[in-house]
């Protein structure tokens, strides 16, 4: 079992671990928080030490020496806005590069949003102004998201001639078809109150003031669901996004499904605690 070790060293990136919550943080207000290869590396590493030291992917709350795992990724950019996509001397760059060098940083932008959107906890995107780009990408691949008022997202690599391909899998995932397709072709900006309609956003408040107590209520309600059901609750969903065999056969392995759920020993302790009219032990105290 892995333990609750130390966490990356970044400079571009934040990370704070607070129980069993942890909080990434994209630092570089004084450039909107616009991704560079550093930063884009620097979110990969702390991607992945989150991810493998999640209760969900452990099948256990702690480690060895009693520290939490994590259950919650709460994702924030500091400053006036979330993400303003690309740094522009990384686009500038992508215009002399190589096709190999330009497919290699494409690898690494598939590696981050992937990263994000498999990521085993629960992951809450906390947005303010705007989320441009990979800035969307990065939105899209929550499990929920909070904007404020003034939030503004676009895919806007249309303005530039090139398209959201990278992000498109996992914007097309959560938008759907149509509203992919034309956000990708209008690349333009849409607001607060589109995002909610669209599906971009699941909740808008007024400012960032309310930021956090929207972020406090979804993760205490998320905390009540079992770790390991939150994380396998993505691999149900991608066998779903992903089926091509027989109706017949997908009911087959939603029967697997279950049954290994029900055999583990997290579904054991919350048969357990039904049947004996007490919390699960993955319940916070105050429940």
């Not at 904007?147 to 303005?159: D, F, H, P, V």
């Not at 995002?195 to 009540?224: K, M, N, W, Y």
Request: glycine letters at 8%; proline letters at 5%.
């Amino acid at each position: 079992m892995v333990t609750m070790d130390a966490p990356p060293q970044t400079s571009l990136v934040n990370l704070t671990v607070v129980g069993d919550r942890a909080h990434l943080t994209l630092n570089r207000p004084e450039k909107f928080n616009a991704l560079n290869v550093a930063m884009i590396n620097e979110i990969i590493e702390v991607l992945a030490w989150t991810a493998e030291r999640s209760a969900g992917r452990q099948d256990a709350l702690v480690d060895a020496a009693g520290n939490p795992f994590l259950r919650v990724l709460v994702l924030r950019g500091d400053g006036k806005h979330f993400c303003a996509g690309a740094d522009i001397n990384m686009m500038r760059d992508a215009g002399a590069n190589t096709p190999e060098e330009n497919r290699a940083d494409s690898e690494r932008l598939d590696r981050l949003f992937n990263g994000l959107w498999a990521h085993p906890c629960f992951t809450v995107a906390a947005v303010q102004g705007v989320a441009l780009g990979g800035g969307a990408g990065l939105v899209a691949c929550c499990d929920y998201v909070v904007g404020t008022a003034n939030l503004r997202i676009a895919l806007s690599e249309g303005k530039l001639g090139i398209l959201p391909a990278v992000i498109g899998p996992y914007v097309y995932r959560r938008l759907g078809s149509a509203a992919f397709r034309r956000l990708a072709m209008q690349a333009s900006r849409i607001e607060a109150e589109e995002a909610l309609r669209i599906g971009f956003s699941e909740q808008i408040v007024e400012g960032p003031d309310e930021l956090e107590p929207a972020i406090e209520a979804i993760v205490s309600e998320v905390l009540t669901t079992g770790p390991s059901a939150v994380t396998l609750a993505k691999e149900l969903t991608l066998g779903f996004d992903r089926w091509t065999d027989s109706d017949e056969a997908l009911r087959q392995w939603t029967l697997d499904f279950t049954s290994r759920m029900r055999g583990s020993q997290e579904g054991q302790e919350g048969l357990s605690s039904f049947l004996e009219k007490r919390p699960a032990n993955w319940k916070p105290a105050d429940e």
